[in-house]
């Protein structure tokens, strides 16, 4: 499975210093199956269109056997590299076979300041 959960576009020429915050909860652990991607040249279908950037963030990497309760925060990601329209995507690939380690994503925001 390759699965793409795209935000809607998201515009940061209302604003400056952007940061990007969001929480993070991963059970039955068999791998890295979530990463987290950016794009600003995106039209019609960003996933198809879009020159996509793996940005580093920190995701849990959870529990073998479900019992993860506890939910982590990806830390301030800085985003002020980045403007004008933008879509944020979580991607996750994994497949049964495989690795099939389960993702609970929160609390997601990005933040600026008025300029």
Known sequence: ???WLVSPAIDLDRSENETLTFKSRATFQEGRALSVWLCNDASDD??????????DV????GSRDGSNKEFISSGPVDL???????FLAFRYQGSDPGITTTYDIDQIMITGNDP
């Not at 960003?46 to 940005?55: C, E, F, K, R, T």
């Not at 002020?80 to 933008?86: Q, S, T, V, Y």
Request: hydrophobic share 45%.
């Open 46 to 55: 960003p996933v198809a269109n879009g020159s996509w950037q793996l940005i």
């Open 80 to 86: 002020d590299c980045m403007e004008g329209k933008i």
């Open 1 to 3: 499975m390759d699965i």
């Open 58 to 61: 920190l995701i849990d990497d």
